[in-house]
């Protein structure tokens, strides 16, 4: 979970879109990253998210929770 910060990080050099989402799917934070990047959070209600990093033709997502 996180509380104030998200930390991402990525085993390879290649540039990344992050996106961070709530549960309506609404757009929160976006940004782009090389390596690693941190969101703040800080000012996010508390609740669950789901964390989309694409690079290329490559896409993942995670579940995050952020709390209180």
């Known amino acids: 979970p996180a509380r104030d910060q998200l930390h991402v990080s990525f085993p390879d050099a290649h540039a990344h ?12 934070a ?3 990253a090389v390596r ?3 969101l ?7 609740g669950v998210y789901t964390l989309s990093c694409v690079s290329g033709t490559s ?6 929770m952020v709390m209180r």
């Not at 896409?59 to 995050?64: E, G, H, P």
């Open 59 to 64: 896409r993942s997502q995670r579940t995050i």
């Open 17 to 28: 879109e992050i996106t961070l989402t709530d549960v309506m799917g609404r757009t929160v």
């Open 36 to 38: 690693s990047t941190t």
């Open 40 to 46: 703040d959070v800080s000012a996010f209600p508390a």
């Open 30 to 32: 976006r940004t782009t």
